[in-house]
């Protein structure tokens, strides 16, 4: 039997062969690089305009009046990830809006980057607002900018004030700046997280549910620091019309009985304790003497590195504010320590709403510094007839008051709203540009002061 011829190579071997099949794999690879590199020069230049793109900006007439909208710290965190930031204030604008008051301290957290809270054993800034867009930005300089494009005023919110959840990075890193009740509570009313959830998410739960609120002592004085720190550093570092403080700027009633609150009454009181009733009036007024000289220090710092700037506070009416938050805000006016005043005025019945702009102890104060009512558009999941607002609307203007402010952005310029936006916006021009207040404190000779 002869042997068989077996070829040395295949003939798809050869190296004529190999050498082609190498160009052809080099050639796959350097096309595949080349896709990759268009994709990624694609993405980036939607990103360019996604970010650099701007709604076009809107004109808004001089007024005395104040029109303004509070924008909790989620929904500003959810315009600015969603390039949309623009579009929302400019819609804003559009509605005849001139003043935006932005959620910026809320939970323990700020919504900008800062070195306060990091000093103060805390993170730099929310959770949410840790992913800058682009270099050298963050939310509250972007709403600054949008809102400034409109002639509007931004104005920061310190939404929680005093307030802060215990389980917060700044509290127990300082659980003596806690106050307490007599019971030695820090929280007041502490409320239950779902039992089967690990601790940081139980934690979680009840800082969003509002279920382990402490309060910060307004007469300790590394807290009075820090937060004098805070609002200033805002105002240094930014280019806002001012700041505002709100009902949380305050204490409940029950709070007050810490040692060094308790210490601290005593060397001024001859030894004597604070009293155990805490509406007890000496002990009521002596509380709130100490948030109002608090005050009087945050607008004197906020003065010195902005004289222009406005010190708006947003408390309840003065007698519940009193006797519930020891917030004596009538004497904060007659003191001359704040500049802006927007009542929270939420009533679910019209007719007491109407009553009480008159008879709940502020309508006098009106020619002695701005007021404004705010306005309770509803809850996310319902939001109220617009038809009741335009009833309080006209119901604050014929009172004389010096505006109006929405809470919140949400449940009125939304998509949660109950209203078609055409008729919202042409119902609100009509509302007010109708309405001229007639107690002066316009804001400027050239409109809002930018």
């Known amino acids: 039997m002869s042997e068989a011829v077996v070829p040395d190579k295949f003939p798809d071997e050869s190296p004529d062969n190999t050498a082609e099949g190498a160009r052809a794999a080099k050639r796959a690879k350097l096309a595949k690089r080349k896709q990759r590199r268009y994709v990624a020069l694609g993405l980036v230049a939607l990103w360019l305009v996604l970010v650099c793109w701007q709604a076009p900006a809107v004109t808004l007439a ?11 710290n989620t929904a500003a965190a959810i315009n600015y990830y969603s390039f949309r930031l623009d579009d929302a204030v400019a819609n804003l604008a559009e509605h005849q809006i001139n003043t935006l008051y932005p959620s910026v301290w809320n939970q323990g957290y ?68 806690l106050t307490t009740n007599q019971a030695g509570e820090t929280v007041p009313a502490q409320l ?52 505002q403080l709100d009902d949380h700027f ?42 109002t000289s608090l005050l009087a220090d945050i607008t004197q710092a906020v003065k010195q590195v902005r004289p222009e700037a406005i010190v708006s506070v947003s408390p309840n009416p003065p007698g519940f504010a009193y006797r519930k938050y020891l917030q004596d805000w009538v004497r904060w006016v007659n003191l001359g320590i704040v500049d802006e005043v927007v009542v929270q005025l939420y009533r679910d019945d019209l007719s007491i709403f109407e009553k009480d702009l008159y008879n709940s102890g502020f309508h006098d104060l009106r020619n002695q510094v701005p007021i404004a009512i705010g306005l309770y558009t509803g809850p996310l999941d319902s939001a109220k007839d617009f038809s009741r607002t335009v009833d309080e609307i006209a119901a604050v203007q014929e009172a004389g008051y010096r505006g109006i402010s929405f809470f919140s952005w949400e449940t009125t310029f939304w998509f949660l709203k109950k209203v078609p936006d055409m008729e919202l916006r042409h119902t609100l021009d009509r509302l007010f540009q109708s309405y001229c207040p007639n107690n002066g404190y316009p804001f400027s000779d050239g409109g809002p002061p930018f």
């Not at 001089?62 to 909790?72: E, H, L, Y």
């Not at 029950?254 to 060397?267: A, E, H």
């Not at 009181?269 to 100490?290: I, K, L, N, T, Y």
């Open 62 to 72: 001089t007024t005395s009046q104040i029109r303004g909208v509070w924008m909790t």
């Open 250 to 291: 305050s204490l409940p009633i029950s709070m007050g009985y810490d040692p060094y609150s308790v210490q601290l009454y005593k060397d001024t009181h001859g030894g004597a304790p604070p009293p155990e009733d805490p509406s007890a009036p000496g002990w009521v007024a002596w509380r709130a003497h100490a948030i």
């Open 110 to 177: 700020t919504l900008y980057p800062n070195q306060v809270t990091k000093r103060a054993g805390g993170s730099c800034c929310d959770r949410i607002a840790n992913v800058p867009l682009y270099p050298f930005d963050d939310i509250l300089h972007s709403l600054t900018r949008q809102a400034h494009r409109h002639n509007m005023r931004l104005i920061p919110w310190f939404e929680y004030g005093l307030m802060i959840p215990a389980s917060s990075p700044i509290a127990r890193a300082h659980p003596e700046w």
């Open 192 to 243: 239950s997280a779902h039992p089967l959830l690990p601790t940081p998410l139980k934690n979680f739960q009840l800082e969003i549910t509002g279920g382990n609120l402490a309060w910060l002592n307004p007469l300790h004085p590394e807290v009075q620091q820090f937060l004098t720190d805070l609002i200033v550093d805002v105002v240094q570092r930014y280019p806002v019309d001012g700041i």
